[in-house]
């Protein structure tokens, strides 16, 4: 069994992103909040179960699950999963941001 980290930034980004859907709609970003969560826990059971990210070149250690309307990057080391970036679906991912914040 996988434990998961989540680093400070991606924690920063899902609340960001959060923050800007309760603007509209506080109920949906509770939602969303719970299901990135609980889609990530599952990741202790099974971390190799995320996609590797069509952007990056192969092989590369990053994968990422999908919880509309995010993009969940992590990589896996040894038995630990680490949550490195949350980003909006629809936004361009930029690589350098993968690097950064992958020693948190």
Sequence with gaps: ???????????????????????????????LVQQVFTTVERLEQHPNSGRRPPELEKPTRYREVIVGPCRVFYRLENQTVYIVYVMRGERELRIFLLTDRSGD
């Design 1 to 31: 069994m996988a434990q998961v980290v989540w680093t400070r930034p991606a924690l920063s980004d899902l609340t960001e992103i959060a923050e800007y859907i309760a603007l509209d709609n506080f109920q949906m970003a509770a939602s």
